[in-house]
């Protein structure tokens, strides 16, 4: 099925760093969420964003849509062990149906 | 959001049966999803079950192969039949359309390997 490209695609940080991922599409989107999934776990929805130039937070995640519609980032600010994960992109076009990212994978050093 | 859950959680089968997975919400949801994810990788849609009619399949999944049931808008079940070693996989369920956002929520996943 189709997917969206995310990058990167994987990426090993130090404790403290920020970290940035984006999801790029060559569709236009009404809907962008983001996912964190942790080993053994379904994904676990971080942020929603419903319109183009919304740019949201949720404690040190930000996420933006992007004004093209097309694309979306997301950034996670002094990055902490238990960020570990594979963070997924989400985008619809308003039916309720999404595509998913090929996934971040993060890891942490401390 | 959502509470969902699973049933089973994972399960070791033989080549050739068939597993029929089971999906919870605790509130009523608009549309049912089922997504499959192999090792590494992402999500792949397999269907879209609505209640009361029947599932619409994404390419390369069908019926036969991936049975799918939506008695009411709380509960799914999705059957792997006929399982092969390729079936090994996580299946997640994930309702939408709860609380009127379109917003996804994923089950726990249910982790299936084929002997």
């Known amino acids: 099925g189709q997917q969206l490209n995310q990058s990167p695609q994987s990426m090993f940080i130090q404790e403290g760093e920020d970290v940035s991922m984006n999801c790029t599409s060559s569709?236009?989107?009404?809907?962008w969420l983001w996912y964190k999934q942790e080993p053994g776990e379904g994904p676990v929805l971080l942020i929603a964003?419903?319109?183009?130039?919304e740019l949201t937070s949720n404690g040190r995640l930000t996420a933006q849509f992007g004004i093209t519609r097309k694309d979306s980032f997301l950034n996670i600010s002094a990055s902490i062990p238990s960020d570990v994960g594979i963070y997924f992109c989400?985008?619809?076009?308003?039916?309720?149906?999404?595509?998913f990212g090929t996934g971040t994978r993060l890891k942490v050093l401390a | 959001s959502a509470v969902i859950s699973q049933k089973p959680s994972r399960d070791i089968c033989q080549r050739g049966t068939s597993l029929t997975i089971q999906c919870q919400v605790d509130?009523?949801?608009?549309?049912m999803f089922w997504y499959r994810q192999q090792p590494g990788q992402s999500l792949t849609l397999i269907a879209t079950?609505?209640?009361?009619?029947?599932?619409?399949?994404e390419s390369g999944f069908v019926i036969d192969k991936f049975p799918i049931s939506r008695p009411n808008l709380t509960f799914s079940t999705l059957t792997v039949s006929n399982m092969s070693p390729e079936d090994s996989s996580i299946y997640l369920c994930?309702?939408?359309?709860?609380?009127?956002?379109?917003?996804?929520?994923f089950g726990p996943g249910t982790r299936l390997l084929v002997l």
């Open positions: 989400a985008g619809s076009s308003g039916t309720y149906k999404y595509i």
């Open positions: 569709s236009i989107f009404n809907t």
């Open positions: 964003l419903y319109k183009a130039g």
């Open positions: 509130s009523q949801v608009t549309m």
């Open positions: 079950a609505n209640q009361g009619s029947e599932a619409t399949y």
């Open positions: 994930s309702p939408s359309g709860v609380g009127g956002q379109e917003t996804q929520y």
